[in-house]
DNA sequence: AGCCTCGGGTTTTACGTATAACTAGAAGCG
DNA sequence: CGCTTCTAGTTATACGTAAAACCCGAGGCT
């Protein structure tokens, strides 16, 4: 007695409920199959490109025309699941209201969608924060990982995946990095300080980052070695963090100290820049006459202030472009050279013959 | 007669070649069954969260610290194929160099972080683009999708998913939308005026934006609304691209014509007031005591440039965490009330009272 | 006793794809 | 001719999971 039939209705609604009209049942392989009077795996082989000496023309097309009139899309959990893939990257970041990571998103992204390739976005914990596992968090089965060298704290728990991972902004040759990316601050420094040395400063005020990664590492490193040969140049260093009201409050205390007073401050990025010329204004003096400043990362707020900062634009999106691209070669199985990328000063309005 | 038997090489390399040293192939719910002595069938029922009377606490206990000694977790690719979905989101915007959608998105990202789903993103062509498929350039399927009205013209295809689509700081009952989620401009620009009229303005300029969208509309309609209460109240509208060089050319242009001088320039956003105080300084006026401007969505550089931007905060994260839970509500089958979030006016240095 | 229910599982199947292994006919060739 | 080789496919299987359908022993009810 074939009992257990009258229960019939919860068979449906395989969608928890949204979705409307349930989106009519996708075409797949088969039913282009069917149409084309060919095998499901003849239309595999046709779709995936790889059928050069397989199929012959007349099938291919006859398949092509099948799958175009069916709208046929293949689906990509079950490729995936075949190909043990995912066509997801990781990007960890710390934050995007960074300007400059956001720019990097943009290019990463750009070149993911040419490639067909999803990003998700992993927001590293603030440095406080215990650093939760990534993978747990999101969508945790991923094809490779592109990190800023500011999330370092993350890296742990991403190397444990054995992914390939791409660096940006971080030191070449990072242990476990397939590939790194990074503009090339060291250079952009050195423009910096042979721009103000030829202005004739010689005391600078060296306004730094309070983190302790490559990327201010190798700012201060440059700034030294450039400054070097120069007899007579001498540069004090203040930390302090990326904001602009604690780069106004570390330049008043710095220029507040008796001794070796700067005619010009170095900062190690946009918003400290601005910090440093609202400082100035409010102890009296004139920018760039008596007191000159430059910026790093080139950020819309460089040209919104008055005077607009003179800073070294780094290549962002380029940056973002560049670490996906390098991450695509690795995924194909190549080993892409390490990239530093040029970066290049913009001399605007906080900048001046040092005074007399 | 079962031969078939003699053939066992050719099993290895699966993965096409990268990855290094193939990450140990991960654990299946299978092995957690052969661990734990059950069958596939109950560990997923275990880890599915779904056993209330189908499997003894026992059972369940074993299997979890069998799935917790290997390390077990469930393979997506595999999950979403069953269940027909892919726990992915789309986020469509603009642009990320608009740090209002980087913030948005960080907020989107944040609470997608929580429910386990990836965001990917999709930079809608500039409004010139051909506005090509999505669909066909990011990774093509999709649970759902997250748009700003910004992004209007990538719709058409969206819609055609069928997908539930959450909109972002658009038209509330927007035709085709699930979901609306905004940050209340008009009470935005109430706030404005009224501070404003409160510091006896009476003659205003509206420097607008040149793009025609719901949220700029808004802004529009808010304030002649606002203003027709006041007697000798008198508005007149500029409109410019959303930049600080077009902000600094739009004022410079209208404060040169005769007639209807403004005390007070109201501008849709906070580039375009940067702008306005640039060209203001440059005719030689002193911001506040000449002219007050306002800004508009609390960027970055309003609290950068000197002196700091009177302006209206928006609350850009909380704009992206409540469209990710109206997202997510959706696909659990409810239908959330469209949201207006409060937004409020920050005082700051480029308001004062109205020259006598 | 005969029957149903119910707890606690197991077996089986399906999701849609990629590809290894096989096959059949045609051609090459000494 | 008998052998291999090439072309153009087909058949069969596996990927890892979710869940429907089945199964079995122990009570419970009448």
Request: with cysteine.
């Amino acid at each position: 007695m074939t009992s257990g039939e009258e229960k019939a209705q919860p068979r449906d609604e395989r969608w928890p409920t949204a979705r409307g009209p349930r989106a009519g049942a996708r075409a797949t392989s088969r039913d282009v199959a069917r149409a084309a009077g060919v095998s499901q795996a003849t239309v595999s082989l046709v779709m995936g490109e790889k059928w050069r000496g397989r199929v012959s023309e007349r099938t291919a097309e006859a398949v092509r025309s099948a799958a175009r009139s069916l709208g046929y899309r293949p689906n990509l959990a079950a490729r995936d699941l075949r190909l043990g893939r995912t066509r997801t990257v990781l990007l960890v970041v710390p934050a995007l209201t960074n300007e400059f990571f956001a720019r990097v998103h943009t290019g990463v992204v750009r070149v993911a969608q040419e490639h067909g390739l999803g990003v998700v976005l992993y927001l590293s914990p603030g440095g406080t924060g215990p650093a939760q596992d990534p993978f747990a968090s999101a969508s945790a089965t991923l094809d490779g990982v592109l990190a800023s060298s500011m999330a370092a704290e993350a890296l742990g728990a991403i190397r444990g995946g054995g992914l390939p991972l791409v660096m940006l902004d971080s030191d070449p040759g990072h242990e476990g990095a397939s590939a790194t990316v990074n503009p090339d601050i060291a250079d952009g420094m050195r423009q910096v300080a042979g721009h103000l040395l030829g202005l004739g400063h010689r005391r600078f005020l060296h306004l730094a980052s309070d983190i302790d990664t490559w990327t201010f590492r190798v700012r201060a490193r440059a700034l030294t070695e450039a400054l070097r040969g120069t007899a007579g140049a001498t540069v004090r260093t203040e930390r302090a963090p990326l904001t602009v009201a604690d780069g106004l409050r570390a330049t008043e205390k710095a220029l507040a100290e008796p001794g070796h007073r700067p005619t010009a401050i170095i900062c190690d990025d946009d918003v400290l820049a601005a910090g440093a010329c609202k400082a100035a204004r409010r102890l009296g003096l004139h920018v760039p006459a008596d007191l000159s400043v430059t910026g790093f990362t080139d950020l819309a707020l460089a040209t919104a202030v008055e005077p607009e900062l003179t800073t070294v634009q780094l290549p962002a999106e380029a940056v973002g472009e560049a670490g996906m691209r390098a991450l695509v070669a690795v995924l194909d199985g190549r080993t892409p050279a390490p990239e530093a990328l040029p970066v290049r000063l913009v001399t605007r309005g906080t900048t001046a013959h040092a005074r007399t």
